[in-house]
């Protein structure tokens, strides 16, 4: 990698772009407005303006995130001091095109370890969201004194080339011995998600559906729901494993995620269809949408009708007693294998 201040140089060069096409700098301003701390970059720009650091961002991407990083933060200070200032770290996340480097939980090989990755998939499984400690502050009751302690874990950039990062102490005594006391409100926490990726339903092939387990943090958390197709730019990472495994657990570190959901819109028109397939079907209508259900299937009348009324739902019901009765349709489809199963999801 080229000197750490000349790669800052060239991604700050590359936001002030004021007096060429006006884009980034006018995004971070917006950041700067709407009190945001995450800059959406699209890699096919910094391919047109920045080939050579893009293609570092795709293949050696933690240390080219920390110069990034490092600059946008001197460009928001430089913008508004105050706001710069505000925070101590300011994101990067990226989109566009990536290549060889657009993955699914199948593709995803360790040669992408290091890598900037693209991992398209369907959201299975969300942990609850848990605090992390970034920076920790204590005070000597017998000094008078403050003292701030930075804590590290296999996210940080040099994790995974530094040896005893894993085994960084709490500390509860300063260097001379005299017991420290924890400041909570002075303390830097950050939010962290596990999410379990499963590839999508319609690129399995014969076999069970692989899973990659991604981590989500900051203002990412919680912007999706299990069931969602989405999108994870972020970087593939490995971490010490247990003394003496020669098997090294594997992580995506999410740095941007784009949620891929239909969005569906429905007129007038439509409306007027379905109430004219209704008045006309009004006796066959269950049927006829059971039948739309996997047409190349034949059979399972059964599974089609139970498909379709999850898919509609019921009507949510309060009883007198206040008991509420909702209105979710949920199934539990169990079959061997080759019985269309899969078709039916799709």
């Not at 925070?87 to 890598?115: D, S």
Request: charged share 25%; proline share 3%.
């Amino acid at each position: 990698m080229a000197d750490n201040q000349e790669v800052v140089t060239e991604y700050l060069d590359f936001l002030d772009d004021e007096l060429r096409e006006n884009l980034y700098h006018r995004r971070v301003q917006h950041l700067i407005d709407e009190n945001g701390q995450r800059l959406l970059v699209c890699i096919d720009d910094l391919r047109n303006y920045l080939p050579r650091r893009c293609a570092q961002l795709l293949y050696n991407f933690i240390e080219e995130e920390v110069a990034f990083k490092k600059a946008l933060k001197i460009f928001v200070t430089k913008l508004n001091e105050n706001y710069g200032n505000k925070y101590e770290v300011f994101f990067v996340g990226f989109y566009g095109a990536f290549g060889g480097n657009h993955v699914t939980p199948r593709t995803l090989r360790c040669k992408f370890i290091g890598r900037l990755v693209c991992l398209e998939g369907v959201v299975s499984r969300m942990s609850n969201v848990e605090n992390v400690l970034v920076k920790s502050v204590h005070y000597c009751p017998a000094t008078k004194q403050m003292h701030e302690h930075r804590h590290a874990d296999y996210t940080s950039p040099n994790y995974a080339f530094t040896a005893n990062t894993s085994s960084i102490r709490y500390p509860t005594r300063d260097d001379d011995g005299n017991l420290l006391e924890t400041e909570f409100g002075l303390s830097v926490f950050k939010d962290r998600q596990t999410v379990t990726i499963q590839e999508s339903v319609d690129k399995i092939p014969a076999g069970l559906a692989r899973y990659v387990d991604v981590l989500v943090e900051d203002d990412l958390v919680d912007t999706f729901k299990s069931g969602d197709r989405i999108m994870i730019v972020g970087a593939y990472r490995s971490f010490l494993p247990p003394t003496g495994s020669i098997f090294f657990e594997t992580n995506v570190v999410a740095n941007n995620i784009i949620v891929k959901n239909a969005n569906f819109s429905v007129d007038k028109t439509d409306i007027t269809l379905c109430r004219n397939l209704v008045a006309e079907k009004k006796d066959t209508i269950f049927d006829l949408l059971a039948d739309s259900i996997a047409p190349s299937v034949y059979g399972h009348a059964p599974v089609k009708k139970a498909i379709v009324c999850l898919l509609l739902g019921g009507v949510e019901t309060t009883l007198p007693n206040k008991t509420r009765l909702r209105g979710n349709i949920n199934m539990l489809l169990i079959g061997d294998t080759s019985v269309a199963k899969s078709q039916f999801l799709r």
